[in-house]
């Protein structure tokens, strides 16, 4: 009997205070800055631990507005495997860093650290969507479509 591997699920959010965004630097490997997220529990909801990742790592209760899209290029978190449903979200108030982020910030999009696993990605698809309206695709998808 074969033993299936799965990827991990877990959910990240860009949440906007006052036209910027906020970060977290990482308390544990791998470190830097990302987005606030992490793990879906057992029994948990992607929106539930959407907001329950926001709360324990930056303080805030957020407003989630929309999913942006899901990354899940099995090289995009060096631990392990994960699948990740990226949502949009608002909060009010100021981010302190808690549970396993050492800090909280708010940054401006045009004057990002340098950013942990495929967070600029991430950011950079956001962006794009601010400005069109359109959301991701995924790549290799539209390549074979125009390939056929």
């Keep these: 009997m074969s033993t299936h591997r799965n990827p991990s699920p877990t959910v990240d959010i ?6 910027r965004i906020v970060l977290v ?7 830097g800055w990302a987005l606030p997220g992490g793990f879906v529990d057992y029994g948990e909801s992607f929106e539930n631990a959407a907001r329950r990742e926001a709360r ?9 507005l929309r999913q942006l899209h899901t990354y899940s290029d099995p090289g995009r978190d060096p631990r392990q495997h994960t ?5 949009i979200a608002t909060a009010t108030g100021m981010p302190k860093g808690g549970d396993d982020a050492k800090t909280a910030r708010l940054y401006a999009l045009d004057a990002l650290p340098p950013l942990a696993f495929d967070h600029a990605r991430i950011l950079a698809d956001y962006v794009h969507f601010k400005e069109s309206g359109e959301l991701p695709v995924y790549q290799p998808m539209i390549r074979r479509c125009h390939e056929s």
């Design 83 to 87: 699948a990740s449903t990226v949502f």
């Design 56 to 64: 324990e790592e930056t303080g805030l209760e957020v407003h989630l």
């Design 25 to 31: 630097e990482r308390r544990n490997p791998p470190p």
């Design 14 to 19: 860009i949440i906007e205070i006052d036209g």
